[in-house]
């Protein structure tokens, strides 16, 4: 909305992922707080973010808020930002593991977003559960094929699902745990709007997904709940202002605004149901909003947020040549690993191929490695093509997935299974 008497002031450029409904709000709510200022509204998804802002004038912008922390840090090595100059009294650096600002204060957290299961009370009822509390109760056999799991490799937010698992159970452990669950749950290729939509349908009985995706859709009266789990984490939106800003008074302000009180009520809003980051707004919440800060006091979101870009590529990169791209025969050979133990046999030999990554947890923290999946989330959305030095890595990948399964499927037809 443009307000009478702003019609000749420089804009502020916000670059955001957010969606216009939302930033609407935020924009007629900021030109009454700031009728001196106006802004101008870009949008651009994690992944086209990144290399808009890394072009050398950094694209006319002057802030960057989105959910997108990698990208965040990303631009700090190259210089892309300035400090952020206002006051940040009341906002804490940090929750649990997760930091909430960079420590020249070049950026900042304006809320928060918590991961864990979307839950259908009615069919979890059915099958005779109580809503899981943690990862391993996702292996709950009543939950075989009843389980909406998001892509890792489609869905931007899902690597950080892989690697709070990953960081609580180890890296072998834990990705045994990623391949039976895997090989019983629904792949979703959409990201949590559909995951919520398997599970407020009855397709499924749980789904993993963020916390704001369920509670847009219990505002919108779906039979749905959610379960922050033991081993949670999260995933803060920041913002920043960028080192080429030409209004940088403008920028500061709405940055001041989004972080005050007011806005991070408005954040709080029931039509937008985020996390504020400035504890001091719960108090003035419904008794039921879930509170970080609190759980955080209790020992919860131990899980931190220092897991680089490069990190996150690879696990996701990892789980989609391993157990995505074969999610069908894998599927079936937990099938069939489960009825053979149903029927006493002990298929040890069997889970050790099915859940042995083709990665040890040494070779991933290669710098050689992790330089190349820094090359290509530079580029953004465009691909890389199949016969680069990363996609040879790639398709050895699969075809030591591929050896685990044939493996696998020998033993289970020399046991009759």
């Given at each position: 909305m443009l307000w009478a008497g702003v019609a000749c002031a420089e804009p502020v450029v916000v670059l955001t992922s957010y969606p216009e409904a939302m930033m609407t709000r935020f924009e007629d709510a900021f030109s009454r707080a700031h009728p001196e200022h106006r802004l101008q509204l870009v949008w651009r998804q994690g992944f086209d973010a990144l290399p808009f802002l890394l072009q050398p004038d950094q694209g006319g912008v002057d802030v960057y808020w989105a959910p997108s922390p990698g990208n965040?840090?990303?631009?700090?090595?190259?210089?892309?930002?300035?400090?952020?100059?206002?006051?940040?009294?009341?906002?804490p650096a940090w929750i649990g593991g997760?930091?909430?600002r960079d420590q020249q204060q070049r950026y900042q957290a304006t809320e928060l977003a918590g991961y864990g299961?979307?839950?259908n009370p009615a069919q979890l009822q059915a099958l005779g559960l109580q809503p899981p509390r943690d990862w391993p109760d996702l292996l709950d056999p009543r939950l075989r094929g009843r389980i909406a799991l998001p892509d890792p490799g489609r869905v931007g937010f899902a690597p950080v699902l892989l690697d709070i698992v990953l960081d609580a159970y180890g890296w072998e452990r834990g990705w045994a745990l990623w391949s039976e669950l895997a090989g019983q749950s629904r792949l979703v290729s959409r990201g949590g709007t559909l995951v919520t939509d398997e599970v407020a349908s009855g397709r499924s009985a749980v789904g993993l997904s963020i916390d704001f995706f369920v509670a847009s859709a219990i505002a919108n009266g779906e039979?749905?709940?959610?379960?922050?789990?033991?081993?949670g984490g999260l995933n803060p939106a920041l913002v920043a202002i960028t080192t080429k800003a030409r209004h940088v008074q403008g920028a500061r302000a709405f940055v001041a605004f989004v972080l005050s009180e007011d806005g991070q009520k408005l954040l709080a809003d029931p039509d937008i149901r985020k996390l504020p980051a400035r504890p001091s707004v719960y108090a003035r919440l419904p008794p039921d909003y879930h509170n970080p800060f609190a759980e955080a006091r209790q020992g919860a979101y131990?899980?931190?947020?220092?897991?680089?870009r490069e990190r996150l590529g690879l696990v996701s990169s990892l789980f989609s040549q391993w157990l995505g791209q074969s999610h069908e025969r894998q599927s079936a050979l937990w099938a069939r690993v489960h009825a053979g133990e149903a029927a006493g046999q002990n298929l040890a030999a069997v889970r050790e191929r099915l859940t042995r990554p083709p990665l040890d947890a040494t070779q991933a923290t290669s710098p050689e490695l992790l330089a190349l999946f820094a090359q290509r989330q530079d580029?953004?959305?465009?691909?890389?093509?199949a016969n680069d030095t990363l996609g040879r890595r790639e398709i050895d990948w699969q075809f030591q997935a591929a050896l685990?399964?044939?493996?696998?499927?020998?033993l289970l037809d020399g046991m009759g299974l």
């Open positions: 965040f840090a990303r631009l700090a090595q190259a210089a892309g930002w300035q400090p952020l100059g206002i006051d940040l009294q009341g906002l997760t930091a909430l299961f979307a839950t039979p749905v709940g959610f379960v922050y789990p033991r081993h131990r899980y931190g947020n220092d897991a680089s580029q953004g959305a465009q691909v890389s093509p685990h399964f044939t493996e696998a499927e020998r």
